[in-house]
């Protein structure tokens, strides 16, 4: 399953749609997620994904979906495309689980 966390745009084709962190945080919990394409808003962010994200693979060997970006917000873009190249090193390096 691919999905797209976001408040406001529309949700792509072929993607489901995650509202809040929490909705994609539980979704990827299901171990179902293939993709995931992040945001931020005002009532989490994508970068909240991505630490429990970091935190999973860390404690669990969780293996983490294709991760990308989509927010418009540039700092915001940059905090989460920097997280997700730390956590691609994280496994790399095989220190998950």
């Not at 929490?22 to 970068?47: C, R």
């Amino acid at each position: 399953m691919k999905v797209y966390l976001d408040d406001e745009r529309a949700t792509p084709d072929g993607w489901g749609r995650a509202g809040w962190p929490e909705e994609a945080i539980s979704l990827l919990a299901s171990g179902q997620v293939t993709e995931l394409s992040l945001s931020d808003d005002t009532h989490g962010t994508g970068y909240d994904v991505l630490l429990w994200l970091k935190e999973a693979v860390a404690t669990r060997g969780f293996v983490p979906p294709r991760v990308q970006v989509h927010s418009a917000n540039s700092s915001a873009r940059q905090k989460m495309t920097l997280a997700i190249t730390r956590i691609g090193r994280f496994v790399q390096d095989g220190q998950g689980g």
